[in-house]
């Protein structure tokens, strides 16, 4: 399958500062990503859609200030996590649509965040 | 809104035992279905998916029939192994999105 990479792969953080996880999709051009937090335990919760050039769709409850995305070019998007607080410590996992209604979404392997 | 529902777990499997995750969902429309597996410190990857009603999908052993009538989708594979102790997650398209179950974790025992 194709390759999607996300970095950082962990990052601690104090509490206040601001955070940037990279999505790149490395031998396809994504149209749409995907970012989703995943829980201890728990299933993947969508935050946000991006399209490339185009302002992000966020989902019902996510503070769409407080999850800044950007989707630049066709290979990459990022989410910034604005004024961290402990409680946005969690998995944060973005994925690369080439056809999403085939299932052709690939997944990076996740950055987890801890915010002190 | 569409959503789907899987079986709690973990669920515990001895090695060569017969597996089944259950799936259920809710949806308006024609969805495809679409099973995840995350593997321990790995990312989630496509396992197998359906597209239709009555389409079976497989791969690694594993099988999946996409059953309208039932709203079902669920996992099946005949002797696990050690190395499919992973979690697996059930999914669905809504509105070009993906919507996943909660995840059951499977751990397989030699």
């Known amino acids: 399958g194709a390759v999607v990479s996300q970095h950082p792969s962990w990052v601690i953080c104090k509490s206040g500062t601001s955070v940037k996880i990279e999505c790149r999709s490395l031998?396809?051009?994504?149209?749409?990503m995907f970012w989703y937090r995943q829980f201890p335990k728990q299933s993947l919760m969508l935050m946000a859609t991006s399209n490339e050039g185009s302002k992000a769709t966020y989902e019902q409850g996510v503070e769409k200030d407080k999850f800044l995305i950007n989707h630049a070019s066709l290979t990459l998007s990022t989410l910034t996590v604005t004024s961290a607080h402990p409680e946005d410590s969690s998995f944060y996992i973005c994925s690369a649509g080439r056809n999403v209604v085939a299932g052709e979404l690939f997944f990076g392997e996740g950055s987890r965040l801890t915010v002190l | 809104g569409d959503s789907v529902t899987q079986m709690e777990g973990p669920v515990t499997l001895s090695e060569e035992a017969f597996l089944t995750i259950n799936c259920t969902y809710t949806a308006t429309g024609y969805p495809s279905l679409f099973w995840y597996v995350q593997y321990p410190g790995e990312g989630l990857q496509l396992l197998l998916k359906a597209t239709k009603a009555d389409d079976k999908g497989s791969n690694k052993g594993f099988e999946a029939t996409y059953r309208k009538e039932t709203t079902s989708f669920h996992l099946e594979k005949g002797s696990v192994q050690v190395s499919d102790s992973a979690v697996y997650f059930c999914?669905?398209?809504?509105?070009?999105?993906?919507?996943f179950g909660q995840g059951t974790e499977l751990s397989v025992k030699p």
């Open positions: 031998d396809f051009q994504a149209t749409t």
């Open positions: 999914a669905l398209t809504s509105g070009g999105k993906l919507i």
